[in-house]
C-alpha cells in the first residue's frame, strides 16, 4: 500500500518561506510523476507543481506559482520537496503530496495516491 506522508507546513507571514516535504513508503520511481496541491476552504483543489523522474528534468507549475515555488524529487530517499518562497496570504491552504503512475500534469482527477496534507498559513 502506497503512503504519502507530508511535512513542513506552518505559519509565516507574507513574504516568509517555507519547505514542504513527503516521504513515500513506496519505491518513488515507480511514479510516473509526484507533486503537489492545494485546497483553500470553499475552494476546489488546484494543481501547484508537479515532476517527472530525475532522469527528465521536466516540470510543470500553476499559473499563480510565477517563479516563487520550486518542486524537486529524491528518488534515492522515496522524498518529493516544495520550496515555497515569497508567500502571499492568498497562499494559504491545505497542501497535498500526489503520485501519478501514468501521464503528468495538475489535473487533481488524475491522481492516484494522495497524502494527508499538511496546512500552509500566510498573514499579512
Known amino acids: 500500500q502506497v503512503q504519502l506522508v507530508e511535512s513542513g507546513g506552518g505559519s509565516v507571514q507574507a513574504g516568509g518561506s517555507l519547505r514542504l516535504s513527503c516521504a513515500a513508503s513506496?519505491?518513488?520511481?515507480?511514479?510516473?510523476?509526484m507533486g503537489w496541491y492545494r485546497q483553500a476552504p470553499g475552494k476546489e483543489r488546484e494543481g501547484v507543481a508537479d515532476?517527472?523522474?530525475?532522469?527528465?528534468?521536466?516540470?510543470y507549475y500553476g499559473a499563480f506559482v510565477r517563479g516563487r515555488f520550486t518542486i524537486s524529487r529524491d528518488t534515492a530517499t522515496n522524498t518529493l520537496y516544495l520550496q515555497m518562497s515569497n508567500l502571499k496570504p492568498e497562499d494559504t491552504a491545505m497542501y497535498y503530496c500526489a503520485a501519478r503512475r501514468r501521464g503528468c500534469g495538475l489535473d487533481p482527477d488524475k491522481v492516484d495516491y494522495w497524502g494527508q496534507g499538511t496546512q500552509v498559513t500566510v498573514s499579512s
Open positions: 515532476i517527472l523522474g530525475t532522469s527528465d528534468p521536466s516540470r
Open positions: 513506496a519505491d518513488s520511481a515507480s511514479f510516473r510523476c
